[in-house]
């Protein structure tokens, strides 16, 4: 069924990104946070042309202080089905907090040049056992079912993780940081160059803060763009 009663059952935003089934792919803004789901179930092709350049757009844009990417494969994990490199994206250089992701029956934590990647499925499915330890590796527990509490402020993320016993496995914190965003271009020029062509120049007004521009369009007003 392709999880059709889940979404009979629930309604979920649609400002996922065009040309995939609408609410699996969204973004909610909560609080001080910003949360974006990713269904990692689609194949590579559309994962790379229609999730990641949305997903970036998500991470990179809005003044959450807290970002958080969330999907069912995860892109490490020393679980017994392992890890999944086509979900190792850059989240971090989008501006990511964290990232959580299931899959493996195990709760574990994973830092990668300083950043957090959780495997956070331990929700009541049979537990399984351990394959090789992945690099980064913080904290392996799957010695009972539970599940993660994140509690934020304007200065600080703390994760835990608890079990049905009430106790805590693992605590993490995170403290804000403070990120340089580059200013929007200058002097924005179009021009028709054909009928089916059009160039657009400007001025980079942040040199040291861009690498390159990407170009998108939409049609709804700013809700998505292609």
Known sequence: ?????????FVFQQNGPDGVTPERNYYVNYANARIAVIDSNQDEATLQSKIVPWLERVMSAGDATWKFAVMHHPAYSSGSIGSNSYMQWPFQAWGASAVIAGHDHDYERIIKNGFPYFVDGLGGESIVGWGSTVSGSQVRYNGDYGAMLIDSSSTS????FVNRSGQV?????LGATSISKPSAPSGVLASVEASTEAKITW???SPTLTS???IARSNDGGSTYS
């Open 157 to 160: 993320l703390n994760f835990q």
């Open 169 to 173: 496995i693992d605590s993490y914190a």
């Open 1 to 9: 069924d392709n999880g059709q009663p889940f979404l009979d059952a």
């Open 212 to 214: 390159s521009f990407e």
């Open 203 to 205: 001025t980079d007004t």
